[in-house]
């Protein structure tokens, strides 16, 4: 079975911290995710990456980056954590050309 | 933009009865996923639809694809408990690094 995993289940970090979250998988996949969900607007992707040291800007980046230095970890970081980051992070992986996706069990990170 | 839109927001039944949710999108699509979301967890894939398909089955699970309404339907059969869950659908534009674009998810309440 594909394994994704993150590094925190929770976090909570201060205002104006620089965060980073973690996410290995374990199956070799080229592509990966980072997704922020919160209620009522469904899951919205922040970056992703289709190979190593490659990235995207998905919907919302701002305030965000990525690093992808190795294939198996993708690494989103908070330069300057605001109160309005405070939210549920999914990463994802998945085969390149295969449409699904594989996700972690998620980081929920309060930002005070 | 929100490209699936779940239908309804919420839903509670009973056990043993179907429950049906909906998926309105708004461009072209390579194909249709859906996913569930136990509460405060990350999300696994169900079944995936193709746009040259009309209906597929899994199990208890039967998912069907209007691509001139441009609308899916997840129904669920003799429902569990344990069906407790948030359903998304994703669509997958055939865009760069297989990024999907997720609804915001119909809350599904099965009581015992």
């Known amino acids: 079975d594909v394994k994704v995993t993150q590094s925190s289940r929770y976090l909570v970090k201060r205002t104006g911290e620089k965060v980073f979250l973690e996410c290995v998988q374990d199956m070799d996949h080229e592509n990966m995710f980072w997704y922020r969900q919160d209620p009522g607007l469904g899951l919205r992707l922040i970056y992703f990456s289709y190979d190593v040291k490659m990235k995207e800007k998905g919907d919302i980046p701002e305030g965000y980056s990525v690093s992808r230095e190795k294939k198996e970890r993708f690494s989103l970081i908070l330069e300057s954590a605001s109160t309005n980051q405070t939210s549920m992070y999914l990463c994802a992986s998945s085969l390149a050309g295969i449409a699904q996706q594989y996700f972690g069990p998620g980081t929920r990170l309060t930002v005070t | ?112």
């Open chain 2, 1 to 112: 933009s929100q490209q699936g839109e779940e239908d309804p927001q919420a839903l509670s039944i009973q056990e043993g009865e179907n429950a049906t949710m909906n998926c309105s999108y708004k461009t072209s699509i390579n194909n249709l996923q859906w996913y569930r979301q136990n509460s405060g967890r990350g999300l696994v894939h169900l079944i995936l639809i193709r746009s040259n398909e009309r209906e597929k089955h899994s199990g208890r699970l039967r998912v069907t694809l209007d691509t001139s309404k441009k609308s899916s339907s997840l129904l669920i059969t003799a429902s569990r408990a344990a069906d407790t869950a948030s359903y998304f659908c994703a669509t997958d534009e055939g865009t760069s690094g297989s990024r999907l674009t997720f609804g915001e998810g119909t809350q599904l309440t099965v009581n015992p």
